[in-house]
Nanobody
Framework: QVQLVESGGGLVQAGGSLTLSCAAS??????????MGWFRQAPGKEREFVAV????????YYQDSVKGRFTISRNNAKNTVYQQMNSLKYEDTAVYYC?????????????????WGQGTSVTVSS
């Protein structure tokens, strides 16, 4: 059974930090063969791209609003991807989802991802 399980969400004050984790299990291929992305959905809004780490961890891309504040990383030995979030803002409040794909292009698009976690909630108080 393929699973992506996020953890690490919670309530934090503006300016604070959180680290999200996403542990993968049951993947058909080696974890390093997957690009791993983070998306988020704020209340009343559509889900949006946040960050992606390409297969093997070679490249990372970020949404402009989180550049310099968020860092995506992965530990292939632990089948886990992380997102360190610093200098959190009220507008970062959302449910954060991790996703996995074997595709190599257009990784900022939801439609490129086949596997999704259940999400973890992040609330930033102003």
């Amino acid at each position: 059974q393929v699973q992506l399980v996020e953890s690490g969400g919670g309530l934090v004050q503006a300016g604070g930090s959180l680290t999200l984790s996403c542990a993968a299990s049951g993947l058909p291929l080696t974890f390093s063969m997957y690009a791993m992305g983070w998306f988020r959905q704020a209340p009343g809004k559509e889900r949006e791209f946040v960050a992606v780490n390409s297969w093997g961890g070679g490249d990372t891309y970020y949404q402009d609003s989180v550049k310099g504040r968020f860092t995506i990383s992965r530990n292939n030995a632990k089948n886990t991807v992380y997102q360190q979030m610093n200098s959190l803002k009220y507008e970062d409040t959302a449910v954060y989802y991790c996703a996995a794909t074997r595709r190599r292009t257009w990784l900022m698009r939801e439609s490129q991802y086949d596997l999704w976690g259940q999400g973890t909630s992040v609330t930033v108080s102003s």
